[in-house]
């Protein structure tokens, strides 16, 4: 079970406003599908994981990660209106340039999976440990959903809010034995 990762690619915008039709965008991600062997629809067609962010000089920061299993595939679902709010709400607050990076699933012989019904838990397990990370590197992130664990429950020393707990020095091996 393997994710690949394609990105970032740009977003075209204006005016704190992402757009929701990225042809520029799509042309990067079929250049990439060809670059790589794929036939160049493939990739924009694929299920699996996604993260919009913002890149502010030479920092990436997610803002907002999904997942799809549609059959429009990233192409149907990483620019839907609800999505283009979230996005549109942190171009307006924050600075930097609008990415996306895109995370398919693949075959065990390296293809893109087309399996809507049986990669289900496995590609809602990816996005809760993609939203994990999210959280960890920025607590701002959009996402509302499974994340009200990740935001509020802390384990000493490995993750969330430290402080209370055991002395420090055990709350540092916890740290260095999880990284």
């Not at 991600?29 to 919009?52: D, P, Q, T, W």
Request: charged content about 25%.
């Amino acid at each position: 079970m393997y994710f690949d990762t394609y990105g970032p690619f740009e977003v075209w915008h204006a005016d704190h406003k992402v757009f929701p039709k990225q042809p520029k965008m799509w042309v990067d991600v079929r250049m990439k599908c060809n670059k790589y062997g794929y036939e160049e629809h493939e990739l924009e067609r694929s299920i699996g994981c996604y993260a919009f962010g913002l890149r502010y000089r030479d920092t990436l920061r997610p803002w907002y990660v999904g997942m799809t299993r549609a059959q429009t595939g990233f192409r149907g679902e990483v620019f839907q209106k609800h999505k283009l709010n979230h996005y549109n709400e942190v171009l307006s607050s924050q600075q930097g340039s609008p990415i996306m990076f895109l995370m398919p699933l693949l075959t065990p012989d390296g293809k893109f999976s087309r399996d809507r019904n049986t990669t289900r838990p496995l590609i809602e397990w990816v996005e809760k440990m993609l939203l994990g990370v999210a959280v960890r590197k920025n607590p701002d992130c959009r996402n509302k959903r499974d994340t009200k664990y990740l935001r509020k429950v802390v384990v000493n020393g490995v993750f969330g809010a430290q402080g209370r707990g055991h002395p420090e020095e055990m709350a540092v091996a916890a740290r260095e034995m999880f990284g």
